[in-house]
């Protein structure tokens, strides 16, 4: 992959959460700052929203770091839709309990010998809530009632929540959810990086794998990178990796803003697809029909399609990077060899990937017309 041919220990852009990672923006510092205030109190709530991308994740594994485990103890769990049996019994899990009968009332009896336990052993828990914005009303009103185990007037259980805007509205707005919003200690949203924090979050994440300036960048990118990316770090990531990639494939040593500008056409024609496809196929196939008996269709995950298709990029991109490793390390008596073979694998991998490029906008087509489709017709059969 492109670490390979800029010489870099590791991947600077990967999409997945790593504390090794962190960056102080403006916004994550102050997060911080309201994490370290909220857990130094020990109870109640605290309240960390922001967009899809934005570092919450990121943001609370650099804040685990820190904890003393000998001190702390740790549940995490990451929320579906659960109302407010489900929710005990996924707490109950996370503390690694095996509740009998998997009724309730067992469920919060564990959980509060749990939670006696370890503040007799000097201490306390600290329950971590990531997707908090797919809890019910009602689930959150139970993890409310959580927070109310003591010991003498000591609380025994502080919970961070973590979420997207819509959780945060929910939270301010939700007439259900008076007494939590009065446990909540300390609350931050997260805000996209400036624009001025782009040049520092690219090169800060570049030396953490090894950067020595190759490749450079031209001051436009980081300008034109802020703008396509929203500020948003998850998004920044994406664009990074793939301008990487091209330089990688293109064998460049300096990034400009016309290499910036191929990528983000490419993503956009990735996504484009006929707007009038959904109600055309729906008009002249009657097969499509019986699918409005199907209202609990799942939905499908945009974040693991791109997933899958990052892996797809970065497989080719290291069929590329073994042909230019292989050119290079071929001594010159066997060059005259090897190279008309190089040629051939060249071909080979350009015929690939055009196939796969070509498949992958039809994928995408296809995916984002069926779930139009099926959104428009759920939304049909609500409203009948």
Same mark, same amino acid.
């Given at each position: %992959?492109?670490? #390979?041919?800029?010489?870099?220990?590791?991947? @600077?852009?990967?999409?997945? *959460?790593? *504390? =090794?990672?962190?960056?102080?923006?403006?916004?994550?510092r102050k997060a911080l700052s309201y994490l370290g205030y909220g857990l130094a109190q020990g109870e109640g709530f605290i309240v960390i929203t922001g967009e899809v991308g934005s570092g919450k994740s990121t943001l609370v594994a650099h804040m685990l770091e820190s904890l003393d485990t000998q001190q702390v103890t740790v549940a995490q769990i990451v929320t579906s839709k659960l109302d407010e049996e489900e929710i005990v019994h996924v707490v109950a899990a996370? %503390?690694?309990?095996?509740? =009998? /009968?998997?009724?309730k009332a067992s469920a919060l009896t564990e959980i509060e010998g749990f939670l006696h336990a370890e503040a007799r052993a000097g201490r306390r828990c600290l329950l971590?809530?990531? !997707?908090?914005? #797919?809890?019910? $009303? @009602?689930?959150? =009103? !139970?993890?409310? %009632?959580?927070? #109310?185990f003591q010991l003498g007037n000591h609380p025994l259980l502080q919970t961070l929540l973590l979420g997207q805007p819509e959780f945060r509205a929910t939270l301010q707005n939700d007439g259900g959810l008076e007494q939590l919003r009065q446990r909540v200690i300390a609350a931050h949203h997260l805000e996209p990086m400036q624009k001025s924090e782009i040049e520092p979050y690219i090169i800060h994440r570049l030396k953490k794998? /090894?950067?020595? /300036? #190759? *490749?450079?960048?031209?001051?436009r990118v980081y300008a034109e990178l802020f703008e396509a990316s929203g500020g948003i770090p998850r998004r920044v990531n994406q664009i990074a990796n793939r301008l990487l990639l091209l330089g990688a494939v293109e064998e460049r040593s300096?990034?400009?803003?016309? %290499?910036?500008?191929? $990528?983000l056409q490419e993503m956009e024609a990735e996504r484009a697809f006929p707007s009038a496809a959904p109600s055309a196929l729906k008009q002249k196939d009657p097969e499509f029909e019986p699918v409005k008996a199907m209202p609990t269709v799942p939905r499908v995950d945009v974040e693991q399609f791109e997933a899958a298709l990052a892996e797809r990029d970065a497989q080719i991109a290291e069929l590329q990077q073994a042909i230019v490793e292989l050119a290079n390390q071929t001594d010159e008596a066997a060059a005259n060899i090897v190279n008309p073979e190089i040629e051939i694998m060249r071909e080979q991998i350009a015929r690939i990937e055009a196939k796969c490029f070509e498949q992958e906008r039809s994928i995408r087509q296809t995916l984002t017309m069926l779930i139009e489709w099926i959104e428009s017709e759920m939304d049909s059969s609500k409203a009948a």
């Open positions: %992959m492109f670490d #390979n041919f800029y010489g870099l220990t590791g991947k @600077p852009f990967q999409l997945t *959460p790593d *504390p =090794e990672f962190y960056f102080r923006s403006i916004t994550h996370s %503390m690694g309990l095996d509740i =009998e /009968g998997h009724d971590i809530v990531d !997707e908090s914005q #797919n809890l019910s $009303v @009602p689930a959150l =009103e !139970e993890l409310r %009632m959580l927070s #109310n794998v /090894g950067w020595d /300036g #190759n *490749p450079a960048f031209d001051q300096r990034i400009d803003a016309a %290499m910036l500008q191929s $990528v």
